[in-house]
């Protein structure tokens, strides 16, 4: 165990150096020295049969996270500055280090093999007032349009100009 205050005049309990194994029937504690500041480090995987609990008020800390859940394969979280360029998992998600309002809060990776934003936010603190680049309702894409509402003959979309169309796909 590294952690260990081997420089404490006083010793108690006993010093592991090289034990290829040790179990232990009840538990362990490791106080991390008189001012409990010692790390303690782990090496190699370690496995947690029941829940984890941090009393810290600093919480737990990692590069990343990886849940699994009833999925076969795990799902990471993290947190990054732009978006990732290497490839996930559908469901990966980067949290976005510094959003802002109007903005969005990360990226999830989808089965469509690439990055997308998702998580708008909004530019109220009481209510949500949205701010989109394009919107599309009632149809599979906005195309180049700002807003389109609906398809074919029953059609209203606005251009990136103003123009607006009403029936058709010509604003």
């Known amino acids: 165990m590294?952690?260990?205050?081997?420089?404490?005049a006083v010793s108690i309990g006993f010093d592991a150096l090289t034990?290829?194994?040790?179990?232990?029937?009840r538990s362990i504690r490791v106080e991390?020295?008189?001012?409990?500041?010692?790390?303690?480090?782990?090496?190699?995987p370690v496995i947690f049969n029941q829940k984890i609990t941090s009393n810290a008020p600093?919480?737990?800390e990692a590069n990343s996270i990886f849940l699994q859940g009833d999925a076969t394969v795990s799902r990471k979280y993290t947190v990054?500055?732009?978006?990732?360029t290497v490839s996930g998992n559908p469901g990966d998600i980067a949290y976005y280090t510094?959003?802002?309002?109007g903005g969005y809060v990360g990226w999830i990776y989808t089965l469509e093999n690439d990055w997308y934003r998702f998580g708008n936010i909004s530019i109220s603190e009481t209510e949500n007032h949205m701010i989109f680049d394009r919107v599309g309702i009632a149809t599979t894409s906005a195309g180049t349009s700002r807003l389109?509402?609906?398809?074919?003959s029953s059609l209203?979309?606005?251009?990136?100009?103003?123009g607006v169309g009403i029936g058709t796909t010509a604003n």
């Open 2 to 8: 590294t952690g260990e205050d081997i420089l404490s």
């Open 19 to 25: 034990p290829l194994e040790i179990s232990v029937s």
């Open 80 to 84: 990054g500055v732009t978006q990732p």
């Open 148 to 152: 389109v509402i609906g398809a074919g």
């Open 58 to 60: 600093d919480g737990i």
């Open 98 to 101: 510094d959003p802002n309002r």
């Open 32 to 44: 991390g020295g008189t001012d409990g500041k010692l790390i303690s480090e782990f090496d190699g």
């Open 156 to 162: 209203f979309s606005v251009n990136a100009t103003g």
